[in-house]
Nanobody
Framework: QVQLVESGGGLVQPGGSLRLSCAAS?????????MGWYRQAPGKQRDLVAR???????DYADSVKGRFTIFRDNAKKTVELQMNSLKPEDTAVYYC??????????WGQGTQVTVSS
């Protein structure tokens, strides 16, 4: 019912910026689902980075507040993550997420972000 396709990862130097994009292909007609980004570093659990409701309310991990911004386009069914002032500790695989209250969670395939000089 839902496919999420991410793009925009890559290698960037500390202090640099990247923008991740995720497009949802879905037969869900309602826009009443949350979208967000999670990340998983090697040997660690997958953690929330940022999420946004259909109404535009946002939630960020403390570690990215003031540096990352999440955007959503309900008409296009896309969510983007603008990442500024990147740090080596931001290195991880980033996963797009769609959470529907009834249908559950859906995940993208992941995109690698590496912050290194």
């Amino acid at each position: 019912q839902v496919q999420l396709v991410e793009s925009g990862g890559g290698l960037v130097q500390p202090g640099g910026s990247l923008r991740l994009s995720c497009a949802a292909s879905t037969s869900i007609l309602s826009i009443y689902y949350d979208m967000g980004w999670y990340r998983q570093a090697p040997g660690k659990q997958r953690d929330l980075v940022a999420r946004i409701t259909s109404g535009g309310s946002t939630d960020y991990a403390d570690s990215v507040k003031g540096r990352f911004t999440i955007f959503r386009d309900n008409a296009k069914k896309t969510v983007e993550l603008q990442m500024n002032s990147l740090k080596p500790e931001d290195t991880a695989v980033y996963y797009c997420n769609l959470h529907h209250a009834i249908l559950g969670n859906y995940w993208g395939q992941g995109t690698q972000v590496t912050v290194s000089s």
